[in-house]
């Protein structure tokens, strides 16, 4: 029998040794890492106080129409505030997750600059994805979700969010959905090839 007790699950230190807290990063990567991170978190606030607009408008159940801005009236508009929703949720989501990689990738040692495209580009492109992947769940298209996930406003609030944050695994699945549906290219080529000689 050892004596050796056994070693964490999870490597917390982020291969520190105790007591070592300078930085590891010089000024001028902590200023690009400052950028981004506002940059994100004033997305993230945006995201919400619009969501919260909405939500306000819709929880409320009014008796008369309320007017949101952009000439939006609730319940006139209902469906297109749902899919208004879908689209900021699924910013949020993937706002969400590119701070918790901003914090994630600085404090394990792995952030770069080249990174931040990435950073810039992930919380449009979040949104724009979840109302696109909740236009083909609803039309029956892609079965990841039931079609009528996006009937009800917290629904559709949460698949959005859900999308958003995990946009890189459902590009995979789709992509694989893809292949699987219509093949790759170079299967094509071969297949052609193939058939020639």
């Known amino acids: 029998m050892s004596d050796e007790l056994p070693q964490p699950a999870v ?15 010089p000024r001028s990567a902590w200023f690009q890492i400052a950028v981004e991170f506002v940059f994100l978190l004033v997305v993230l606030i ?30 006139r508009d209902r469906t297109f505030l749902i899919w208004l929703s879908i689209a900021l949720s699924g910013s949020a989501g993937g706002t969400a997750f590119a701070l918790k990689w901003l914090y994630h990738s600085v404090a394990k040692w792995t952030w770069n600059r080249d990174r931040i495209l990435w950073r810039f580009i ?13 236009f083909m ?14 009937d009800s406003f917290y629904r559709a609030l949460g698949a959005g ?19 699987k549906w219509f093949g790759t290219v170079d299967a094509r080529v071969r297949s052609a090839s193939d058939k020639q000689d």
């Open 122 to 134: 992930v919380p449009a492109l979040s949104g724009v994805f979840a109302v696109f992947v909740a």
């Open 137 to 150: 769940v609803s039309a029956e298209i892609v079965p990841f979700l039931n079609a009528k996930a996006f």
């Open 46 to 75: 945006a995201v919400s106080v619009s969501l919260l607009i909405i939500g306000k408008a819709v929880g409320a159940k009014p008796v008369n129409p309320q007017a949101l801005a952009f000439g939006l009236q609730y319940p």
């Open 11 to 25: 490597e917390l230190t982020d291969g520190r040794q105790p007591g070592h807290f300078a930085t590891r990063y």
């Open 161 to 179: 969010f859900l999308l958003g944050y995990f946009s890189d695994n459902v590009l995979a699945a789709l992509q694989n959905l893809a292949v």
